[in-house]
């Protein structure tokens, strides 16, 4: 069973708009949750992240917005610029739930956000 | 500071044949993770280093996989006897305690 889902596996949009790449999870216990970005052949980069006792985290055109009623976040990014087209992973994570107090990440599939020119 | 790197980028074995993975962390961090993507799947967890210790190892499919980091340095993975179901994108990442961590470029495995 899923615990982290991202349920569009791709999203197009125009230079200059607004993405917004939607995560959902079904574990209350995670307590921080992460974005990764992915180019093809490479591992995933770290992108922006939030804390469960926040409800949202901004960095420059990036934004994490936490709903934990919903158990859902967002991560918006405005202006979207063609360099932005990427798979982005939604991750969530809480040591207190892990074998040893590890911080293992639970990831979504991954959304791939195309940004036209 | 170099990032987290893997050897070999890119592995075509044969079911039934051994093959092993390397990471090498960025130097200080002192956990170190693998993870596994399965064509068109999430990246899922595999197990976890905490220096030379396993922390974690609920991730690991089955007693084919063996995993070492000797001396809380480099971290190897070993697939031994390979079957069809282990092709995938293998990836390390690696951090300092309680921070982001960092993936490698991850290897290729297909076993065919």
């Known amino acids: 069973d899923q615990q982290v889902k991202q349920n569009s596996p791709s999203l197009s949009v125009q230079e200059g708009r607004i993405s917004i790449l939607n995560c959902d999870y079904t574990?209350?216990?995670?307590?921080?949750f992460l974005w990764y970005k992915k180019y093809p052949a490479e591992g995933p980069t770290f992108l922006i992240s939030i804390s469960s006792i926040k409800d949202k985290n901004e960095d420059g055109r990036f934004t994490v917005f936490l709903n934990k009623s919903a158990k859902h976040l967002s991560l918006h990014i405005v202006p979207s610029q063609p360099g932005d087209s990427a798979v982005y992973f939604c991750?969530?994570?809480?040591?207190?739930?892990?074998?040893?107090?590890?911080?293992?990440?639970?990831f979504g599939k991954g959304t791939k956000l195309t940004v036209n020119p | 500071e170099a990032g987290v790197t893997q050897f070999p980028s890119h592995s075509v074995i044969e079911k039934g044949q051994t093959v092993t993975l390397r990471c090498d962390p960025i130097?200080?961090?002192?956990?170190l993770y693998w993870y596994r993507r399965v064509m068109g799947k999430e990246i899922k967890f595999l197990l976890h280093f905490v220096k030379e210790s396993k922390q974690d190892e609920s991730g690991m499919p089955n007693n084919r996989f063996l995993a070492e980091r000797t001396g809380g340095t480099y971290s190897t993975l070993k697939v031994q006897p390979a079957e069809l179901e282990d092709s995938g994108v293998y990836f390390c990442a690696s951090s300092r305690l309680q921070e982001t961590q960092y993936f490698g470029p991850g290897t290729r495995l297909l076993v065919l």
């Open positions: 574990n209350s216990m995670f307590d921080y």
């Open positions: 130097s200080g961090h002192d956990n």
């Open positions: 991750a969530a994570t809480n040591p207190f739930l892990t074998q040893g107090g590890s911080e293992k990440l639970v």
